[in-house]
């Protein structure tokens, strides 16, 4: 049906009036979604589609108009102008805060959103890779959708489940520097290399992630100038020393401890 419409210049719509627009109205009132993530709609305009008619009915008729969110793939040229959050691009990463929100949906094996059998091991993303992309977007308002390829009989390949593994770890300590927080005043350090910021929701605390560990093991955060009432770094249970500079910003002592103790990034809790 599909590749008839192609074939015509989509002037008709029997693969979306048959097929597309049935089945997700069914999938809504069966199932209520949270999200509806559309994709595949870039050959064709909105138009073909039914977008605008179909999302005038979720978001004011339908049994999720109050709770659902949709991404922005509803037609060529719809892309990072309308949606409830943009995706932009695969693999989209600003670097910087974007007004809208966003999402970095990208994928564990940088060149296949499958699984491909023949894969070197180069062209997976390290743990440390895979840390940084979730630092930075969080960092910068983004959510971020990682995807892995299940094999033809839906197993999760041992390089898969081993990065899975490794970053449920990670956030198991550093999580409350991601979940439910917010972008800060400043997205990343200017003075500290590979620093990345995010706010918690009540404004109290400021969290600083370190990608990289000073070799020196003095941190000096130049984003901050205000002396705060704790500094801890996530993990640790001992005491940090640390003052703020009028020149260089808040200064903090790091433990000497083997930096692999905690491992691929780590935090520091900034209390106010």
Not at 72 to 89: N, P
Request: glycine share 8%; with cysteine.
């Amino acid at each position: 049906l599909y590749l008839s419409n192609k074939a015509d210049g989509f002037k008709t719509k029997s693969f979306v009036t048959d097929k597309i627009l049935p089945e997700m109205y069914d999938i809504v009132n069966k199932y209520k979604p949270e999200v509806i993530w559309s994709d595949g709609d870039w050959e064709a305009p909105a138009e073909y589609w039914n977008s605008t008619e179909f999302l005038a009915w979720l978001y004011n008729e339908s049994p999720v108009k109050d709770t659902i969110v949709v991404n922005d793939r509803w037609g060529s040229g719809v892309m990072c102008h309308h949606g409830g959050f943009y995706t932009c691009m695969d693999r989209y990463n600003p670097g910087h805060l974007v007004s809208h929100k966003w999402e970095n949906a990208m994928t564990i094996d940088r060149k296949s959103w499958g699984y491909v059998r023949t894969s070197p091991l180069s062209n997976y993303l390290s743990i440390e890779e895979l840390i940084t992309q979730i630092v930075e977007t969080i960092s910068c308002g983004g959510n971020i959708l990682i995807n892995v390829g299940p094999t033809h009989d839906g197993r999760i390949v041992p390089i898969f489940e081993e990065r899975l593994r490794q970053m449920g770890s990670w956030l198991k300590t550093n999580g409350q520097a991601l979940y439910g927080s917010h972008p800060w005043r400043v997205q990343n350090d200017t003075v500290a290399k590979a620093v990345w910021y995010t706010e918690a929701a009540n404004k109290a605390t400021i969290y600083a992630i370190m990608l990289s560990w000073p070799e020196n093991f003095e941190l000096r955060l130049g984003a901050i100038n205000n002396q705060p009432k704790t500094v801890q770094l996530l993990g640790f249970d001992g005491t940090l020393q640390f003052h703020v500079d009028a020149h260089v910003g808040l200064v903090v002592t790091l433990p000497h401890f083997p930096v692999g103790t905690l491992q691929w990034g780590w935090t520091l809790s900034i209390k106010y």
